[in-house]
Nanobody
Framework: HVQLVESGGGSVQAGGSLTLSCTAS????????MAWFRQAPGKEREGVAL???????SYADSVAGRFTISQDNTKNTLYLQMNSLKPEDTAMYYC?????????????????WGQGTQVTV
């Protein structure tokens, strides 16, 4: 049973930092595409950062240089280090995983999702 559980969200002042974690169970995620998405009130869910099957990271332009995605396979955990946070980063953040693709950039391409963790700046 594949399960993703996010944690680490909270309230922070502009310019501050947070680290989100996504603990995965039920599979070997070292060979999955993994990603962070976010959804602000009244807006569509958008991709923030992803790691493809070659373990290459990619970022949305809005967070490049401020956010870092990483994965610890020994802990089956995905991280999102968020620095220099801005009010526009306020959203529910979701972890996602996909097994069957080399790279997945769109929401519909991901099969497995966590329940989300709220970030308020």
């Amino acid at each position: 049973h594949v399960q993703l559980v996010e944690s680490g969200g909270g309230s922070v002042q502009a310019g501050g930092s947070l680290t989100l974690s996504c603990t995965a169970s039920g599979a070997d995620y070292s060979d999955y595409c993994m990603a962070w998405f976010r959804q602000a009130p009244g807006k569509e869910r958008e991709g923030v950062a992803l790691i493809d099957r070659s373990r290459t990271a990619s970022y949305a332009d809005s967070v490049a240089g401020r956010f870092t995605i990483s994965q610890d396979n020994t802990k089956n955990t995905l991280y999102l280090q968020m620095n220099s946070l801005k009010p526009e980063d306020t959203a529910m953040y979701y972890c996602a995983a996909e097994e069957g693709r080399t790279i997945a950039t769109m929401e519909y391409e991901y099969t497995y999702w966590g329940q989300g963790t709220q970030v308020t700046v």
